[in-house]
T-cell receptor, first 112, second 112 residues
Framework: KQEVTQIPAALSVPEGENLVLNCSFTDSAIYNLQWFRQDPGKGLTSLLLIQSSQREQTSGRLNASLDKSSGRSTLYIAASQPGDSATYLCAVTGGGGNKLTFGTGTQLKVEL | DGGITQSPKYLFRKEGQNVTLSCEQNLNHDAMYWYRQDPGQGLRLIYYSQIVNDFQKGDIAEGYSVSREKKESFPLTVTSAQKNPTAFYLC???????????FGSGTRLTVV
């Protein structure tokens, strides 16, 4: 059974710092990996989708990498801002039904 | 704009009552999913459907039921058999075949 782990569970940084969020998964037979953002009490917003054949994806200040063979992904956030404060979720797709398996998230707080 | 609409945003259920959560999408996606989110546990898959008139149980289907009579709609019924229904429920859809997911804004269900 696929298991996804995110480290750290919580992170507090001053504004302007570059930071890295980590995600690991136990079964490397995935179709893709997706990073989401969730604000309190809200749904999930997709940030980046990396196909299993890709190594990284970039969107603005966000860069996500994927090392499928080692079961790891990182989300790099450059020049963090208070508006980046949210919970970041990593999820992998695999198995029948194209099902997503989620990590428990990293709660990020960017302080002024 | 295309997207997923979940309603209601907040729902209160009395003991022994069945309630139905609505999920509608206009993205022309074939696959739809229901997830439950509890604090500290991440998202867990309840049911999913890859095509109209067909659906499969996820990891925590007991006490829930679904239907998929139309491509656009995938309602979730929380039955009285679900002993701990208080949670945040998220609906998602996907084209399938390794594409990413799109999520709705969620329904918060509380037992009173």
């Amino acid at each position: 059974k696929q298991e996804v782990t995110q480290i750290p569970a919580a992170l507090s940084v001053p504004e302007g710092e570059n930071l890295v969020l980590n995600c690991s998964f136990t079964d490397s037979a995935i179709y893709n990996l997706q990073w989401f953002r969730q604000d309190p009490g809200k749904g999930l917003t997709s940030l980046l989708l990396i196909q299993s054949s890709q190594r990284e994806q970039t969107s603005g200040r966000l860069n996500a990498s994927l090392d499928k063979s080692s079961g790891r992904s990182t989300l790099y956030i450059a020049a963090s801002q208070p508006g980046d404060s949210a919970t970041y979720l990593c999820a992998v797709t695999g198995g029948g039904g194209n099902k997503l398996t989620f990590g428990t998230g990293t709660q990020l707080k960017v302080e002024l | 704009d295309g997207g997923i609409t979940q309603s209601p945003k907040y729902l209160f259920r009395k003991e022994g009552q069945n309630v139905t959560l609505s999920c509608e999408q206009n993205l022309n996606h074939d696959a739809m999913y229901w997830y439950r989110q509890d604090p500290g546990q991440g998202l867990r898959l309840i049911y999913y459907s890859q095509i109209v008139n067909d659906f499969q149980k996820g990891d925590i289907a007991e006490g829930y039921s679904v239907s998929r009579e139309k491509k656009e709609s995938f309602p979730l019924t929380v039955t009285s058999a679900q002993k701990n229904p208080t949670a945040f429920y998220l609906c998602a859809s996907s084209i399938g075949g390794g594409s990413g997911y799109t999520f709705g804004s969620g329904t918060r269900l509380t037992v009173v």
